[in-house]
């Protein structure tokens, strides 16, 4: 069985809808927010997409594998048919994870992942500051470099993703590279599409 992977760069953010409506009472996807205490900030909760559904998960950013123990929690707590993964040190704008989700939704990809466009001014440089901009670009390379994701062609170290719950679940620790390699691995339709940095970030 031939597992190459099918990457689709989107160069222009397209505007999200999608194909069809949830269940009433039901979310059209959950969000596992890696946060310091799991805490969430009243402005993350504003931000999120109507019919998002947060899932807090503390993370501890001091630990190496603090983000991949929090979305593996996090996503077996999620029961929406969509999951997204935010990364609380990214910037992301929780605006953008529709961005990432209404591919996998409308069924045009298995795994979208953002990649970071920040902007001038203080809140690009509050949000995604140069040395975390740096730091994301030398984890991009070191991703690229990696046999396991051959064929990803990253332009940033997946600070937010979403995929098919089902797919994301049967993958035993949740981390960005753990779910990237499953997806190369077992040829999963992944495409990246460019974000926006927020206000602010979750965690610091």
Same mark, same amino acid.
Do not use: E
């Given at each position: 069985m031939d597992a190459r992977p099918v990457w689709q760069g989107l160069a222009e953010p397209q505007e999200p809808t999608f194909a069809c409506s949830p269940p009433p $009472?039901? /979310? !059209?996807?959950?969000v596992v927010l890696a946060a310091a205490g799991g805490r969430v900030p009243p402005w993350v909760l504003r931000r999120l997409p109507e019919g998002y559904r947060p899932v807090p998960v503390p993370m501890d950013a001091s630990a190496p594998d603090g983000l991949s123990s929090a979305w593996t929690v996090g996503l077996s707590r999620s029961t929406a048919p969509v999951v997204a993964l935010l990364d609380g040190l990214s910037g992301v704008d929780p605006r953008e994870l529709e961005r990432l989700a209404e591919p996998v939704a409308r069924g045009s990809a298995d795994v979208v992942v953002g990649a970071r !466009? /920040? $902007?001038?001014g203080a809140a690009a440089l509050t949000s995604w500051p140069p040395h975390r901009r740096l730091a994301a670009r030398r984890s991009a390379r070191r991703l690229q470099r990696d046999p396991a994701l051959a064929g990803l062609r990253l332009t940033d170290a997946a600070p937010a993703l979403a995929g098919r719950r089902q797919l994301l679940g049967a993958v035993p620790v949740a981390g960005p590279h753990e779910l990237l390699a499953a997806a190369a691995g077992a040829g999963w339709r992944v495409a990246e599409v460019p974000v926006r940095c927020g206000p602010g970030v979750l965690s610091r």
């Open positions: $009472g039901t /979310a !059209r996807v959950d !466009r /920040a $902007g001038f």
